[in-house]
């Protein structure tokens, strides 16, 4: 008994005498104390030597002495939680935690920059819907039904038309925007047309099913076909600098006569030749031309009276030139790598 007690006494002095520093010493001291086949459980399996009416009062010194290690044990615990979090608030050497920024995809970048070197000309921003009836997109546009040049525009159709129903498509360009506001407005007119457009193509590096473009429209009486010229040459000048080159060359579209497609110098090789411009020195990026009487007609507008010029561009062949991006599919795969090189444009 008096043994028992020497022994008790020596391993309170050791508790009290224990320095904790890490988690790992905490488990270690849990593990020699309080463990299952610690020493406190360890002294009082000694209680059934002790003598009967002995039980009582070594019975409430093993307790104290259960008290005591638990207590020290807790003490330890809550020490240690302490520093660890004080350490870990006022450690300034630690890295930050980096805030991932999105990044603006290349085509939204091109398409804005588009957008407000026309607006800073005069023209306003129209849009509208991407699921359009055959008369906006085509009838309107002076593409009667069996008109060869649809075929121009592979279409995907929602709906086959009837007699009394029209057929309803995708946009196969933004002109069916300028259609809708030709109908609802009235001379002068200035407005572009940036939005996806569909054709059903197959999709390969140089051709997708969608892409984007960017329209315009000016009507006003007196507009001349210098009056387009100039705008576009301002347009791609402001795009790709002083120094870029334009030609002009005579071309056919239903909506438009004379009609032309623009081509610049190109902008990968400057002209020297290269894969992008087929060796020649230019690349074509839009379609142009005066709009045609009979789309002015269809909506009301005298085309005695009132002239206007029309474009459309593809902001794929834009974002192409300046980024010198070569596969169209790269635009629609959502690869990060390719996303994240556009953050600082
Ligand atoms: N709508 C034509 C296209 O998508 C482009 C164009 C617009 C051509 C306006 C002339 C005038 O190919």
């Not at 020596?10 to 086949?37: C, H, M, N, P, W």
């Not at 608030?89 to 630690?94: P, V």
């Not at 290349?106 to 991407?130: D, T, Y």
């Not at 009056?227 to 040459?233: N, S």
């Amino acid at each position: 008994m008096e043994q028992l007690l020497q022994q008790i006494e020596s391993i309170k002095a050791e508790i009290t005498a224990a320095v904790i520093t890490s988690q790992d010493e905490l488990e270690q001291f849990r593990i020699k104390y309080l463990g299952t086949k610690g020493l406190v459980k360890q002294i009082m399996g000694e209680m059934k030597n002790v003598p009967n009416e002995q039980k009582k009062e070594f019975g409430q010194i093993l307790n104290a002495f259960k008290i005591h290690a638990e207590t020290a044990f807790e003490g330890f615990q809550a020490a240690l939680g302490d520093t660890e979090t004080t350490d870990h608030s006022i450690d300034f050497s630690m890295p930050g935690d980096p805030t991932t920024v999105g990044t603006r995809h290349p085509l939204n970048l091109v398409r804005n920059q588009m957008v407000s070197i026309f607006k800073r000309l005069g023209f306003a921003v129209a849009e509208g819907p991407e699921i359009e009836d055959d008369w906006h997109n085509f009838g309107a546009m002076n593409l009667p039904e069996d008109h060869p040049a649809r075929d121009m525009q592979d279409t995907f159709y929602v709906k086959e038309g009837s007699e009394n129903q029209s057929a309803w498509l995708l946009r196969t360009h933004t002109s069916s925007v300028q259609a809708r506001v030709m109908e609802t407005q009235k001379p002068p007119i200035r407005v572009i047309c940036p939005g996806r457009v569909y054709r059903n193509e197959t999709i390969s590096a140089r051709a997708h099913c969608f892409f984007h473009q960017v329209e315009g429209l000016y009507i006003d009486e007196n507009v001349s076909f210098a009056d387009l010229k100039q705008t576009l040459y301002f347009f791609v000048q402001e795009m790709f600098g002083k120094e870029v080159k334009v030609r002009f060359r005579p071309s056919y579209f239903p909506f438009t006569e004379p009609s032309a497609e623009m081509d610049i110098s190109c902008q990968i090789c400057s002209g020297k030749g290269c894969n992008i411009c087929k060796h020649t020195g230019w690349v074509e990026i839009l379609g142009s031309g005066m709009v045609h009487p009979k789309v002015l007609e269809n909506f009301g507008i005298d085309p005695e009276k009132y002239t206007g010029f029309a474009f459309g561009m593809g902001v794929e062949r834009i974002a192409q030139l300046k980024y010198q991006v070569n596969d169209l599919r790269l635009y629609s795969q959502n690869d990060l790598r390719f996303l994240q090189q556009f953050k600082s444009v």
